[in-house]
Nanobody
């Protein structure tokens, strides 16, 4: 059974940093495209950043480019999201997800597995 478990969320001030972790129960980190999504209160879930199974290619939305970075450790079956220079607009529940699409997708319906989410709150 595939499970994704996120951790690392919390409350941080504007300009601060957090690192989210997504631990998987199997080796899907090296066989699936892994993505991070977020959902703010009252808004739709949006794609944030993703990484291919080889780790050689990533996709990131413009609003976090230069501030957020995704990485993976296949030996630990873990994907990370390093978030720097956080802004109040980054406040959301962050989800880890996996899709078989080789180069990923920004569409949440195309992801096969999801974690339960971790709350990130950025105070102004």
């Amino acid at each position: 059974q595939v499970r994704l478990v996120e951790s690392g969320g919390g409350l941080v001030q504007t300009g601060g940093s957090l690192r989210l972790s997504c631990v998987t129960t199997t080796s899907i980190v090296s066989t699936y495209f892994m993505g991070w999504f977020r959902q703010a209160a009252g808004k739709e879930r949006e794609f944030v950043v993703g990484i291919t199974r080889s780790g050689g290619r990533s996709d990131v939305i413009d609003s976090v480019k230069g501030r957020f970075a995704i990485s993976r450790d296949s030996a630990k079956n873990t994907v990370y999201l390093q978030m720097n220079n956080l802004k109040p607009d980054d406040t959301a529940v962050y989800y880890c997800a996996a899709t078989t699409r080789r180069y990923g997708s920004r569409v949440s319906e195309e992801y096969d597995y999801w974690g339960q989410g971790t709350q990130v709150t950025v105070s102004s």
